[in-house]
């Protein structure tokens, strides 16, 4: 049964594989291709999941440096290539000051990943004027990309990450399928016998229960 298990680990691998993006050091994400993040429930310790690939990111800057004074920067707009669970940060400024100047010349976002970190010192600052600026931010980014010709859809459906052990999993899989190209958990399950599927579905409500 063991092995069962093993097998339906790594068919899953496949199947689900959603990475996490952060904001640390006053960074804030707005958007991610086209569609709001809720502010309101959004912190250091509530990430969104998204998946691997090209994803459009909106962010902006804001640090409180005195009681009920917050510095804010116009949100910034880029795209950026996630393949692994990634936070995006500036530059540590101690003073309200140093943080007002880099915001006027322009910031810049650092993307860490276990296997990479570079800056972004090309992005574009969204403006929206108003009462409230940037209040709709999803029709603020969406303004942008018909301006420019951009496809929120077509950023989000770029190539997926591979995992290095996928050509691994497949033909250890492929090898239990009896030479056929798929082979789906479904089917999987099907050649169980009700004893095993028993035992696979408790399996599947421990790792929920995790």
Do not use: C
Request: aromatic share 10%; glycine share 4%; charged share 25%.
């Amino acid at each position: 049964m063991k092995k069962i298990f093993t097998l339906v680990a790594l068919m899953l691998v496949q199947h689900s594989y959603a990475l996490e993006l952060k904001g640390i050091d006053g960074v804030e994400i707005l958007a991610i291709n086209g569609k709001k993040i809720d502010s309101s429930m959004f912190s250091d310790d509530t990430k969104p999941n998204l998946e691997p690939g090209k994803n459009q990111i909106v962010v902006r800057y804001a640090k409180e440096f005195y009681v009920g004074q917050e510095l804010r920067s116009r949100p910034s707009i880029f795209t950026i290539d996630i393949q692994q669970d990634t936070q995006i940060s500036v530059d540590n400024f101690r003073t309200e000051n140093k943080a007002q100047r880099a915001v006027n010349n322009g910031l810049d976002w650092h993307i860490t990943s276990k296997d990479n970190k570079y800056t972004v010192t090309d992005s574009h600052v969204l403006i929206d004027n108003g009462f409230f600026p940037y209040n709709d931010i999803e029709e603020v980014v969406w303004r942008y990309n018909q301006k420019n010709n951009i496809s929120t859809e077509a950023i989000a459906s770029t190539e997926k990450a591979e995992i290095s052990n996928t050509a691994t999993n497949k033909n250890s899989i492929n090898s239990r399928n009896s030479g056929s190209d798929q082979y789906t958990i479904q089917e999987f399950y099907k050649k169980l016998s009700n004893e095993d599927k028993k035992a696979f579905r408790m399996w599947l409500i421990e790792q929920e229960m995790k």
